[in-house]
C-alpha cells in the first residue's frame, strides 16, 4: 500500500525557514520524481516544486524559485522541502504527491504551514 | 504560468449528468494529453479521478470520464450523486516542465 506522510509543518513567523518532510512507503521511491503542492485556506490548489527520481532534475514553480530548495534521500524513502523567507501568503497546507506516470495518483495528508507574525 | 480556466460551479440533480470545462493554452493543455482531475472533499486531500485526459485509475467509477479538444478538456460526470458533491481540480502537464491547476470547479448535488 502506497503512503505519503508530510510533517515538519508549523507556526514560522515571516522571514523565517521551515522544513517539510515527506515520508513514502509502498513503492520503488528512487525510480519516481515526487512532487509538492500546496493549497491555501479556501482557495484551489497550487503547484510548487518538483524532482526527478535521481534527483538529478529539479523544478521549480515562480512563487518557489530562489526561496525554497526541493531534494530528497532515496536510502531513507524521504523527501523535503526547504523553505526560507517564507511570507503571510506562503501559508498553506503543504501536500507531497507521486504518480506513476503524468498524474498525481496518491497525495499525502498535508502539513499545515501558517506564516504570522 | 497562468491557472487553467474552470467555472466557479457547477450544478445538477441526481441522476443528471455534468459536465466540467477546463481551458488552457499552447503551453499545456494545446500540446500535452496529460490532463488529469482530482475530486476533494472539505477537509480532504485530492483524489485522482482522470489520467491522461480519459483514463480512469482503478477504483474511480465508470460514471466519470474526460475528453480533449483543443485548448479545452472535460470532465463528465454521469448519473450524479450526492456523494459526488466536491471540488474538482484540472491539471495539466506545461512546456516548462511544471505542472498547472485549475482554479477549481465547485460541484453541488441540488
Known amino acids: 500500500e502506497v503512503q505519503l506522510v508530510e510533517s515538519g509543518g508549523g507556526l514560522v513567523q515571516p522571514g523565517g525557514s521551515l522544513r517539510l518532510s515527506c515520508s513514502a512507503s509502498g513503492f520503488d521511491f528512487s525510480g519516481y520524481g515526487m512532487h509538492w503542492v500546496r493549497q491555501a485556506p479556501g482557495k484551489g490548489l497550487e503547484y510548487v516544486s518538483a524532482i526527478t527520481g535521481d534527483g538529478g532534475r529539479i523544478f521549480y514553480a515562480d512563487s518557489a524559485k530562489g526561496r525554497f530548495t526541493i531534494s530528497r534521500d532515496n536510502s531513507q524513502n524521504t523527501l523535503f522541502l526547504e523553505m526560507r523567507s517564507l511570507r503571510p501568503e506562503d501559508t498553506a497546507i503543504y501536500y507531497c504527491a507521486w504518480g506513476y506516470s503524468y498524474g498525481f495518483d496518491y497525495w499525502g495528508q498535508g502539513t499545515l504551514v501558517t506564516v504570522s507574525s | 504560468q497562468s491557472a487553467l480556466t474552470q467555472p466557479a460551479s457547477v450544478s445538477g440533480s441526481p441522476g443528471q449528468s455534468i459536465t466540467i470545462s477546463c481551458t488552457g493554452t499552447?503551453?499545456?493543455?494545446?500540446?500535452?494529453?496529460?490532463v488529469s482531475w482530482y475530486q476533494q472533499h472539505p477537509g480532504k486531500a485530492p483524489k485522482l479521478m482522470i489520467y491522461?485526459?480519459?483514463r480512469r485509475p482503478s477504483g474511480v467509477s465508470y460514471r466519470f470520464s474526460g475528453s480533449k479538444s483543443g485548448y479545452t478538456a472535460s470532465l463528465t460526470i454521469s448519473g450524479l450523486q450526492a456523494e459526488d458533491e466536491a471540488d474538482y481540480y484540472c491539471?495539466?502537464?506545461?512546456?516548462?516542465?511544471?505542472?498547472?491547476f485549475g482554479a477549481g470547479t465547485k460541484v453541488t448535488v441540488l
Open positions: 499552447s503551453s499545456d493543455v494545446g500540446t500535452y494529453n496529460y
Open positions: 491522461d485526459v480519459s
Open positions: 491539471s495539466s502537464f506545461t512546456t516548462s516542465s511544471l505542472y498547472v
